[in-house]
Structures are given as C-alpha cells and as structure tokens.
C-alpha cells in the first residue's frame, strides 16, 4: 500500500464512521455515539501517546466532557455537530470547574473544522483551551498521522482494520463509479451521432465566473459529449434507480474535499485525479488503457462542471439551450 492508497483508506474509513453516526437514526444514535468515543478514545491514546478514559463509563450522560486523561490533564468532547455554538455549551458546563488545571479539546468527527479553529469561544470558567490547536478533524488526523513513522503508521493501520473493517470494500462504495468508467470507455467519442444542445455562452460564463484558465481547453474541448453522457447515464439508470446519482455524487464529493485554498485550475485538475485514483482501485475496474481511462475522466468531469455538479454557479446559470 503505498502512500496515496495509505491516505485514502484511513480518510475513508474515518468519513465512514462519521457517515454512520449523522445518518444513523434517533434509536440508533446513543450506540453509535457511544461506539465512535470508545474508537476515539484508543485512536488518541494510540497517536498522542494520552492515557484517555472514558467518562460515560463511570459516570453516565456526563455533558461536555467525554473523554478524560487524568494524567496529562486532557478533557475532550467529541461531536458531529461543529458549531461555535455546540463548544461554548461545553465551555460553560459546571462540569468544567472541576477541571481547571486541564486542557479542554475538541473533536468533530464529521465535519471540517478549519474554519472553526479561526474563532474566539466565550471561555467563562477559563479552562486552557487553543482553538488552533485544540480543536481535531479528519484532516488534521490525518495531517498528524502522515508526520509519523512508518512503525507508528503500520500500527495506527493495523489498529483502524481491526475497529472499523477490513480493506476498504471498493465494490460497494465505487462500482458504479467504475462500471460508468467501464461503458464510456467502449464508446467512439470521435462521434458526436447523439447530440444535446447546450447554450455555449452559459457555459462559458461558467468558465470565466470561476476563473478556470487552463481547464477552459479541456471543458470546451469535450463539453460537445454531454449528449453522450447523458444517454449513456439514461442506460445505466436502467440497471438500477438512479444509479447516476451515486456517480455525480462521486464526483461532487470530491471536489468538496479539495482545499478551499487551490486555485480554481488546481481544483479542477484534482478533481480528475480523485476520480482516476477511484476508479484505478475499485475491484470493479476492468482495465484499460492509461489515456482512454483519463480520457473518460475527463468527460465524466467536465459533464459534472456543465450539470452543475462541481463549481459555483454565476446567477441564472441554466446550460439547457433555449
């Protein structure tokens, strides 16, 4: 596994466990909470070198705090929801006054903090707490995990398989991802016999709204195969309802996970580089050749940029000719 394939499965396997818990139900949810403070609990220890104990274990429903190290004199609370709002509740809580020579952290388990760490929290009781470096997400985990040794990565590897599952199951999250891969790549895009028309000046405004310099030659060059796309999307929704969906969504998903702070051509560019990792993973990747995948990469992407899929808008956008 190298470093990519390394990266990829724990930032997977991390977004998988948050998935759970904000999408698992009412009567669910206590156990799935409960479930992601014992994994963060030893995923702490184990990266930090803390001595964390669960507080919930001895003393049941406790606000604020979830996790307590007795030893380095660390109180965390770990939540889905990543407000200003949801940590100035904890910093609040009377809980907090029997913990004033500690450090308060903070872990969003399924959302970016990097904006949250920018704030000033209203700290009544005082206790030491640095936003910048107290607040945790998936990305600076991952941040912290990737500056280690290759010991200690091994280790946090063996530790996230066994807690969370086996090898990322590509079939399930990618197959349909890879199967679209799989029938555009047998299409002759040298012919352009199915044919939507789409307002070009739309989708230049597009291109210019957002700044795109060197994607422009890309998006205007395949751009011409929407029409294409858009039937062969049409066959493979047969197969199953709304197949497409997860496919877009695929592509969505991606460019959300791009750094806000690439420009607009690196993000485009990225963007196709997500995919083509992806695909070249999935176990439901029949192989073929290096330039004809990119090249159905390519128009997958630039599909998702006229659909609307990736990039923002200029107002009144509508890629449908009139």
């Known amino acids: 596994m190298n470093r990519t394939e390394y990266y990829n ?93 500690y450090r308060f952290k903070f872990i969003s388990i399924a959302k970016d903090a990097s904006d949250l760490k920018k704030n000033t929290f209203n700290n009544p009781h005082s206790i030491s707490f640095n936003p910048s470096e107290d607040i945790y997400d998936i990305k600076s985990i991952l941040k912290k995990i990737l500056s280690d040794e290759i010991d200690k990565q091994k280790t946090i590897y063996q530790f996230i398989k066994t807690e969370l599952g086996g090898e990322i199951d590509i079939v399930k999250l990618d197959s349909n991802l890879a ?10 895009w040298d012919k352009t016999d199915i044919y939507i028309d789409i307002n070009s000046f739309e989708i230049e405004r597009k291109i210019s709204f957002n700044d795109l310099d060197s994607a422009r030659d890309i998006i205007e060059d395949y751009r011409v195969h929407h029409g294409k796309v858009d039937a062969k999307y049409s066959e493979f929704d047969k ?4 197949k497409s969906i997860s496919v877009l969504a695929t592509v969505k998903k991606e460019y959300l996970r791009i750094e806000n702070s690439k420009n607009a051509d690196e993000k485009f560019f990225s963007v196709i580089d997500a995919i083509k990792n992806k695909v070249l993973e999935s176990s439901n990747y029949v192989s073929i050749p290096i330039d004809e995948l ?17 990039f923002e808008n200029p107002k009144g956008y509508n890629y449908a000719a009139s």
């Not at 990119?294 to 990736?310: G, Q, S, T, Y």
Request: net charge positive; glycine share 4%.
């Open 179 to 188: 199967t679209i891969i799989n029938i555009l790549s047998k299409e002759d």
């Open 239 to 242: 197969a199953g309802h709304n």
């Open 294 to 310: 990119e090249l159905c990469i390519d128009i997958l992407v630039v599909d998702a940029f006229i659909r609307c899929k990736i």
């Open 9 to 101: 499965y724990i930032d997977e396997k991390l977004h998988i466990l948050a998935h759970r818990i904000t999408t698992g139900g009412k009567l669910n949810m206590l156990s799935l909470h409960a479930h992601s403070e014992n994994f963060y609990l030893h995923f702490f220890n184990l990266l930090y070198g803390y001595n964390l104990k669960n507080l919930n274990k001895y003393f049941q429903n406790v606000e604020a705090i979830d996790l307590v190290d007795n030893i380095n004199k660390i109180v965390i609370q770990i939540s889905s929801t990543n407000t200003k709002q949801k940590i100035e509740s904890a910093l609040k809580k009377e809980i907090i006054k029997k913990y004033l020579n």
